[in-house]
């Protein structure tokens, strides 16, 4: 009897240490997006950095962050002064400031997980649609921004993804206008602890250059 129980003890153990699995069924396109790129792994991070980098032309711009989402106590680096600050407390003008510049930066870093942070966000049903850069048929979700809060109410976004539910790339429409006022390529993933990142974006003719360097993800230890 001793041993039926111990072998439904460990029986029972070996279950609950099991990996849950994410049924891709019971996701919606938005979900399905962010698992794409190891949404499941995200509550194991405790620090990201990165650096944002923009080229337009012979001008280069760049500034650094390192955030801790789990207290959500956020660094810039910039011009080699650091402002750090914590989104939940009330914001000086240049945390405000720098708040902004977080959440446009961090956008392109982690949109797909965006997708499913985001409050107010209405999507539509996937098509198959000729990408503009690209001209690859590939399959485009559109989410638009509602006027609930957030910096850009309005906004609508056409991402472009593949078999694999990857974004190869998108589409910025502000005020969710017909016309494309950016796009640009999703390229060069590379996987940081489970993490996947789109480390290079650029527009059609190359001229315009938004990437990431320093990526760093530190991740909770078991």
């Keep these: 009897m001793k041993q039926i129980l111990l072998l ?14 994410v049924n891709p069924k019971t996701l919606n396109p938005l979900e399905k997006i962010a698992y794409a790129n190891g949404f499941e792994n995200w509550k194991n991070v405790e620090e990201i950095k990165f650096t944002f980098n923009v080229d337009r032309d012979t001008a280069h711009f760049e500034r ?4 801790k989402p789990k207290t959500d106590e956020i660094t810039l680096i ?7 600050f914590k989104r939940s407390q009330i914001l000086s003008d240049a945390e405000l400031a720098a708040d902004k ?25 996937p098509i198959m649609e000729i990408a503009p850069i690209s001209k690859d ?33 998108w589409v910025y429409r502000e005020d969710n206008s017909t016309s494309k006022c950016m796009m640009t390529t999703w390229e060069d ?9 789109a480390t290079m974006h650029q527009n059609e003719n190359g ?11 530190k991740v909770a230890k078991n």
């Design 8 to 21: 439904f003890s460990i029986l029972v153990l070996a279950l609950s240490c099991k990996k849950k699995e």
């Design 64 to 67: 650094s962050w390192e955030w």
């Design 78 to 84: 910039k011009n080699g002064e650091a402002l750090t």
């Design 101 to 125: 510049n977080f959440i446009n930066d961090v956008y392109w870093l982690l949109a797909p997980f965006k997708l499913v942070w985001d409050d107010g966000i209405d999507y539509e049903e």
């Design 137 to 169: 048929s590939l399959q485009k979700t559109t989410i638009t921004y509602t006027n609930q809060g957030g910096y850009t109410p309005g906004d609508a976004y056409d991402f472009y993804v593949d078999k694999n539910n990857e974004v190869k790339e």
């Design 189 to 197: 993933y590379k996987d940081f602890n489970g993490i996947k990142i």
């Design 207 to 217: 001229v315009f250059k938004l990437y990431f360097t320093n990526i760093e993800v």
